[in-house]
């Protein structure tokens, strides 16, 4: 089935520093990725629409300028969490629209748990 | 736009009894509803999800869940758990407008106790 690899799983950092979360689809291209972000107890909540070739969109109320991503290719989408704080810390996931022909869903990423000291 | 509420952040049940997992939502027109479920260090897979049709949505795992309109609610539910169903479990929910847009629930955590 359709797999959505994402690293790394857990990342501390000091504050001030940036940090890159990968997602790749694995057996498949995914043309579009969307990025959640997760704080404790809560749901997780879309932070923004990555697409191949083109820019991001992103959810009202996210940072651009804080959370680049890059989606250079068909199978590689990239978050960066830049100058992060430790209000940064969260649960980043990244999920992809599983093939046509696939179970109709969306394939999610192992997710990243980001620690910001 | 859309909530999502799971009541239960936590729900502790004993090997081989029924379990009820609740959801609902609050839009009042078409949707698209899922059921995910996340095991410890892992991501998120697919359960059930329910586009159109008949309303009891059978899914992975001996899952299924009932979708009610008039309740705006997609429960889901298992006859007889197994310890290794402990999980997070969260609803999920897209449309009417844009179905490419997740909207989840905070997450019930399953707790099946032997």
């Known amino acids: 089935g359709a797999v959505v690899s994402q690293h790394p799983s857990r990342v501390i950092c000091k504050s001030g520093t940036s940090v890159k979360i990968e997602c790749r689809s694995l057996d498949f291209q995914a043309t579009t990725m969307f990025w959640y972000r997760q704080f404790p107890k809560q749901s997780l909540m879309l932070m923004a629409t990555s697409n191949e070739g083109s820019k991001a969109t992103y959810e009202q109320g996210v940072e651009k300028d804080k959370f680049l991503i890059n989606h250079a290719s068909l199978t590689l989408s990239t978050l960066t969490v830049t100058s992060a704080h430790p209000e940064d810390s969260s649960f980043y996931i990244c999920?992809?629209?599983?093939?046509?022909?696939?179970?109709?869903?969306?394939?999610f990423g192992s997710g990243t748990r980001l620690t910001v000291v | 736009a859309q909530s999502v509420t799971q009541l239960d952040s936590q729900v502790p049940v004993f090997e081989e009894a029924p379990v009820e997992l609740r959801c609902n939502y609050s839009s009042s027109v078409s949707v698209y509803l899922f059921w995910y479920v996340q095991y410890p260090n892992q991501g998120l897979q697919l359960l059930l999800k329910?586009?159109?049709?008949?309303?009891l949505v059978k899914g992975i795992n001996g899952f299924e869940a009932e979708f009610n309109k008039s309740q705006t609610s997609f429960h889901l539910r298992k006859p007889s758990v197994h310890i290794s169903d402990t999980a997070e479990y969260f609803c999920a929910v897209s449309g009417p407008y844009n179905f490419n847009k997740f909207y989840f629930g905070s997450g019930t955590k399953l707790n099946v106790k032997p």
């Open positions: 329910y586009l159109s049709g008949s309303t």
């Open positions: 999920s992809a629209p599983a093939p046509q022909g696939s179970n109709y869903g969306y394939t």
